[in-house]
Each structure stands twice: as structure tokens, then as C-alpha cells.
Nanobody, 126 residues
């Protein structure tokens, strides 16, 4: 029902900023909670941020709170992750995800997402 494609990753120096974008296709995009997850080599997939289907509430991992901002534009079928004050530990492949069911919870649990993008690499140099 939902297809996702991430973009905006790249190489950035510590302290810099990047804005990731997730383009979604599907008739019912606006009814899905959305999230961003990341995975570094040799590590488990980690929750980063999530946003409700209405876009009214965002939720963040403690490690990125105050530095990252998730937003969505349902009219454009887009989700964004603004990343500021980047650190070397932010280096990972970042994946956009959509909830597994319409009007679901904006969750930090990877199991509550059923649609995933291919990912975009973010590398922060120190």
C-alpha cells in the first residue's frame, strides 16, 4: 500500500546538519504513522523519531532529542528528518518507515512498522 524512498544522506563534518527526505507513494499515506530508524554496522536497528498520522505529535529517542526534528507534509506525501549538531555516533544507514496499519500508533517499536525504504547513508566525520 505504501512505498518509501529516502534521500538526502551524505558525508558531513561533526557539528554540521543534514535534512533527510522520504517520498511516499500510496493513496492512504496520510493515514499512517511514520518513523525514522537507523542501523550502524554490527549494531541493531535503532529508533530515531516518529510522528503521528496527523503530524501533530513527534517522538524522539533520547540520543537525538533537541538535535533532530521530524516533520511531514501529507499534501506532498513527504516525511523529513532535520538533523543538526551531528555527531560521529549518528553515522548509520537511515530508514524511513510507515506503520503497519492505518491510523496506528507513532511507536518506537520496530515491529509496529510494516513498510520500509531502502535507506540512505549518513556519515559524520570527526
Amino acid at each position: 500500500q505504501v512505498q518509501l524512498v529516502e534521500s538526502g544522506g551524505g558525508l558531513v563534518q561533526a557539528g554540521g546538519s543534514l535534512r533527510l527526505s522520504c517520498a511516499a507513494s500510496g493513496r492512504t499515506f496520510c493515514s499512517y504513522a511514520m518513523g525514522w530508524f537507523r542501523q550502524a554496522p554490527g549494531k541493531e536497528r535503532e529508533f530515531v523519531a516518529a510522528i503521528t498520522w496527523s503530524g501533530g505529535t513527534g517522538y524522539y529517542a533520547d540520543s537525538v532529542k533537541g538535535r533532530f526534528t521530524i516533520s511531514r507534509d501529507n499534501a506532498k506525501n513527504m516525511v523529513y528528518l532535520q538533523m543538526n549538531s551531528l555527531k560521529s555516533e549518528d553515522t548509520a544507514v537511515y530508514h524511513c518507515a510507515a506503520g503497519s496499519r492505518r491510523y496506528g500508533t507513532a511507536s518506537s517499536n520496530v515491529d509496529e512498522y510494516g513498510y520500509w525504504g531502502q535507506g540512505t547513508q549518513v556519515t559524520v566525520s570527526s
